[in-house]
């Protein structure tokens, strides 16, 4: 038997390790999360675990009320060191979860905590893991796992007064323009401010993007995202767009679509002529609980795999950005019951790859479901890598869990002779490291 997350967990086999131990001390670029670049630049310390993990991580709040506990103690008034224990108890019921993978993860390479968290260790590792914290901030974390780049997630009339560099850490804005595509006055008007002009019409709500897009890469910008459920059903043209847009308090859905998507499609062509690399998120249903939406807002647990993604719509959006226009672009599907047909379409437009697998899929399962069909149906090798897509500092230990899961790959492939063992090293480096570091031009 093995020990409990020891060095050889999810390593199955001795080409495992050895791939393992070439790529375990790689940087880390993280290239898509949501952590507060403000509490890096301010170095922050955590006042406990509890807050630590327990003040924003939207996973571990989903799987206690699973476990039926109370909402006190997830998004409730209970203190940290309540919420930790109530965490703790339901932790043994999570087995094959990614979380149980990441807290143990976190607590050995964090804290030196080689024990199982439960209801009767939890006391004893609340404490343990508070006396460690005194000398733990967000700049140590970063320093220990080696984190070279982070992109963080921000809206167009963010100011980014907080992306720099901070030690060997460079912070990046990422350019997330979702909320323009709800075409509220009240968001129109903050756009207008932040990019210092008028928008009365199409044209200067091109003109703000465009400033705001320069503004962006003057802070080192490199990448930008979008989020939605699908892919448009119709792109309006300009004289067409500049139409809706005049009239956008009183637009259908198929109208909104039309208009959606010709921003959609312009920001692509305006992302290619500066060198960023776009990001698209989709087959994912926000705030499903609108009772919960009302109390505890967004991102909070409530969010859902869409509907499987329509092929075709993802084709029609290709062909509205042609390859001499089209930036390199990242899909990530929620709902990855098609991905070998998504993963296809790779083959059919140069600069479009698959990403990791997001969010629900980036469990034990379907990181392997994720390897498998990119490189039967695409090309792994050109694969991009792990990100966090977190909020919280210690969740570096995903990058981790990747790189064994990944290890585990293509060690497999070698120990049955169907893998040149020369080639894998090399090839699990790329996928960790060299690949994105290469496209984001660090």
Same mark, same amino acid.
């Given at each position: 038997m093995?020990e409990?997350?020891?060095?050889?967990?999810?390593l199955?086999?001795?080409?495992?390790?050895?791939?393992?131990?070439?790529?375990k001390?790689?940087?880390?670029?993280?290239?898509?999360?949501?952590?507060d670049?403000?509490?890096i630049?301010?170095?922050a310390?955590?006042?406990?675990i509890?807050?630590?993990?327990?003040?924003?991580?939207?996973?571990?709040?989903?799987?206690m009320?699973?476990?039926?506990?109370?909402?006190?103690?997830?998004t409730?008034?209970?203190?940290?060191?309540?919420?930790f224990?109530?965490y703790?108890e339901?932790?043994?019921?999570l087995?094959g979860?990614?979380?149980?993978?990441?807290?143990?993860l976190e607590?050995r390479?964090?804290?030196?905590i080689?024990?199982?968290?439960?209801?009767?260790?939890?006391?004893?590792?609340?404490?343990?893991?508070?006396?460690k914290?005194?000398?733990?901030?967000?700049?140590?974390?970063?320093?220990?796992?080696?984190?070279e /780049?982070?992109?963080?997630?921000? %809206?167009?009339?963010s *100011? @980014?007064?907080?992306?720099?560099?901070?030690?060997?850490? #460079? !912070?990046?804005?990422?350019?997330r323009?979702?909320k323009?595509?709800?075409?509220?006055?009240?968001?129109i008007?903050a756009?207008?401010f932040?990019a210092?002009?008028?928008?009365?019409?199409?044209?200067d709500?091109?003109a703000?993007?465009?400033?705001?897009?320069?503004?962006?890469?003057?802070?080192g910008?490199?990448i930008?995202?979008?989020?939605f459920?699908k892919?448009?059903?119709h792109?309006?043209?300009?004289?067409?767009a500049?139409?809706?847009?005049?009239r956008?308090?009183?637009?259908?859905?198929?109208?909104?679509?039309?208009?959606?998507?010709f921003?959609?499609?312009w920001?692509a062509?305006?992302?290619?002529?500066?060198?960023?690399?776009?990001q698209?998120?989709?087959?994912?249903?926000?705030?499903?609980?609108?009772?919960? /939406?009302?109390?505890?807002?967004? %991102?909070?647990g409530? *969010? @859902?795999i869409?509907?499987t993604?329509?092929?075709?719509? #993802? !084709?029609e959006?290709?062909?509205?950005?042609?390859?001499?226009?089209r930036?390199?672009?990242?899909l990530?599907?929620?709902?990855?019951?098609?991905?070998?047909?998504?993963a296809?379409?790779?083959?059919?437009?140069r600069?479009?790859?698959?990403g990791?697998?997001?969010?629900?899929?980036?469990?034990?399962?379907?990181?392997r479901?994720?390897?498998?069909?990119?490189?039967?149906?695409?090309c792994?090798?050109?694969?991009?890598?792990?990100?966090?897509?977190?909020?919280?500092?210690?969740?570096y230990?995903?990058?981790?869990?990747?790189?064994?899961?990944?290890?585990d790959?293509?060690?497999?492939?070698?120990?049955?002779?169907?893998?040149?063992?020369n080639?894998?090293?090399?090839?699990?480096?790329?996928i960790?490291?060299?690949n994105?570091?290469?496209a984001?031009?660090?």
């Amino acid at each position: 038997m093995k020990e409990f997350f020891g060095e050889d967990v999810l390593l199955g086999g001795s080409a495992a390790k050895e791939i393992y131990a070439a790529v375990k001390e790689l940087p880390i670029i993280d290239y898509h999360c949501h952590l507060d670049e403000k509490k890096i630049a301010e170095n922050a310390k955590f006042s406990d675990i509890g807050e630590m993990w327990l003040s924003g991580d939207h996973y571990k709040w989903r799987a206690m009320r699973l476990c039926g506990v109370d909402e006190y103690y997830i998004t409730g008034a209970a203190s940290y060191r309540d919420k930790f224990i109530k965490y703790a108890e339901i932790l043994p019921a999570l087995i094959g979860n990614p979380l149980y993978y990441w807290t143990h993860l976190e607590l050995r390479q964090i804290f030196g905590i080689t024990e199982p968290l439960c209801a009767e260790s939890a006391e004893r590792i609340y404490a343990q893991a508070n006396e460690k914290l005194k000398d733990i901030s967000v700049e140590s974390l970063m320093k220990k796992y080696k984190v070279e /780049f982070v992109a963080t997630t921000d %809206d167009p009339v963010s *100011d @980014l007064k907080h992306h720099a560099v901070y030690g060997n850490t #460079v !912070v990046s804005p990422t350019f997330r323009p979702d909320k323009l595509y709800s075409f509220d006055e009240s968001y129109i008007n903050a756009l207008a401010f932040a990019a210092n002009v008028k928008i009365n019409s199409l044209a200067d709500l091109l003109a703000a993007l465009k400033k705001r897009l320069d503004y962006f890469v003057a802070h080192g910008c490199k990448i930008s995202d979008h989020g939605f459920e699908k892919f448009p059903r119709h792109y309006a043209d300009e004289k067409e767009a500049a139409f809706l847009f005049a009239r956008r308090d009183s637009l259908t859905s198929e109208e909104r679509d039309g208009l959606f998507g010709f921003i959609l499609v312009w920001l692509a062509k305006e992302y290619r002529k500066r060198g960023m690399i776009m990001q698209i998120h989709f087959a994912v249903i926000r705030n499903n609980n609108r009772d919960m /939406f009302k109390t505890c807002g967004a %991102d909070s647990g409530f *969010d @859902l795999i869409g509907e499987t993604p329509r092929v075709k719509a #993802v !084709v029609e959006f290709f062909n509205r950005v042609k390859d001499g226009e089209r930036p390199q672009t990242v899909l990530y599907t929620l709902n990855d019951s098609n991905l070998s047909a998504l993963a296809a379409v790779t083959g059919a437009f140069r600069n479009v790859r698959m990403g990791a697998a997001w969010w629900f899929n980036d469990t034990v399962s379907g990181i392997r479901r994720n390897l498998d069909i990119l490189a039967e149906y695409s090309c792994l090798g050109a694969n991009l890598g792990m990100l966090t897509d977190s909020r919280s500092f210690s969740s570096y230990a995903r990058f981790d869990f990747f790189r064994r899961i990944l290890s585990d790959y293509i060690g497999g492939k070698v120990e049955a002779g169907e893998y040149d063992a020369n080639a894998a090293k090399k090839l699990a480096e790329d996928i960790c490291y060299n690949n994105v570091k290469g496209a984001l031009g660090l």
